[in-house]
């Protein structure tokens, strides 16, 4: 017995190891997203595009490319967002970007967040814990011992070990016969919820929960403090798409979340600039039942309407480049 527990504990430290190096050759391999990849591939054949959004479902689900580059001459945009993509998720599609000559981006629009949190719905999915390469734990790890949450730290390195074992095989996503949509190459990567599978929230609900997050957004007086290692991600984050003649700039989309006011925080501190479309008083559009989806997404209408908001705010700043 206790010569196998040596053999069993040397061959689980072998593959440890073959993990931890593999990791290190490629940090990416681990994440897979079978839509996010297919537009990553058609991107890598239509240099044509020089502009990218990246994000979550609020970016995936709710800017109209094709409208953004009818709105702003010389712009070819291209919505490379991922549903349940959150920061460390976009963060290595942004290096994946930076790293690969076949993407030719002039301007990349990052979704700001701060959700790094580890659930127990993420924890469970392959994909989530594959955006826990070295620099993205590392990153996790400072940003939760910031916020002094040591829980999250110890969550993120058992991501990390999760990673390098790979053993998870869960899907966290809707199996994708054809990750090759019509969104992919005909929409420029938009894709509305109306074409997905997720339901549109009853009536009666959703406007009682329009109502409630405006409570809530508007009851929200902390005088939030930006995250110190989220700044100096993001700022190292710029400065690296600046080496490669990228401008970064953030997007905050609407509509607010409650705690959306944690994230205005942050416009006066990064030396990027920062779209903000959360403001419900200058946006009331996007918390009109006819606009939205759901709890927190709007509906193709809604997106055209976000999009058509956002074009000015982001030609104003391409035109002072």
């Known amino acids: 017995m206790k010569k196998f527990l040596s053999i069993l504990s040397l061959f689980v430290a072998i593959m440890f190891v073959i993990g931890l190096i593999k990791l290190a050759i490629s940090p990416n391999t681990n994440y897979s997203y079978p839509f996010l990849n297919a537009k990553l591939d058609y991107l890598k054949k239509h240099p044509e595009y020089n502009l990218y959004f990246i994000g979550s479902s609020k970016v995936n689900d709710q800017i109209d490319s094709k409208l953004i580059d009818e709105k702003i001459k010389g712009i070819k945009s291209y919505n490379l967002g991922a549903n349940a993509g959150f920061n460390l998720e976009n963060f290595q599609t942004l290096e994946y970007v930076l790293q690969n000559p076949s993407f030719k981006p002039k301007y990349i629009v990052l979704e700001l967040q701060d959700k790094i949190n580890i659930t127990r719905q993420n924890l469970k999915t392959e994909r989530s814990f594959g955006a826990f390469n070295y620099e993205n734990t590392l990153f996790a790890m400072k940003f939760q011992k910031e916020e002094h949450d040591y ?16 053993f998870n095989k869960c899907h966290d996503e809707r199996t994708i016969s054809n990750a090759y949509d019509i969104s992919v190459d005909q929409k420029q990567g938009f894709s509305a919820l109306e074409y997905s599978v997720v339901p549109r929230m009853k009536e009666a609900k959703l406007k009682e929960v329009i109502k409630t997050r405006l409570e809530k957004y508007h009851a929200d007086n902390e005088k939030h403090v930006p995250n110190k290692i989220l700044v100096e991600k993001i700022n190292e984050l710029a400065e690296k798409c600046k080496k490669k003649n990228i401008q970064l700039i953030m997007f905050i989309p609407g509509p607010a979340e409650p705690d959306a006011k944690k994230l205005l925080v942050y416009q006066n501190v990064l030396k990027v600039p ?40 982001l030609e104003e700043i391409l035109d002072k480049k």
Not at 151 to 166: T, Y
């Open 151 to 166: 829980k999250q730290v110890v969550l993120s390195a058992a991501s990390f070990v999760l990673n390098v074992f790979h």
């Open 274 to 313: 920062v779209i903000s479309l959360v403001n419900p008083d200058a946006y009331p559009e996007f918390y009109q039942y006819e606009n939205r989806w759901d709890t927190g997404h709007l509906n193709e209408k809604g997106s055209r309407i976000l999009s058509a908001k956002m074009a000015p705010l």
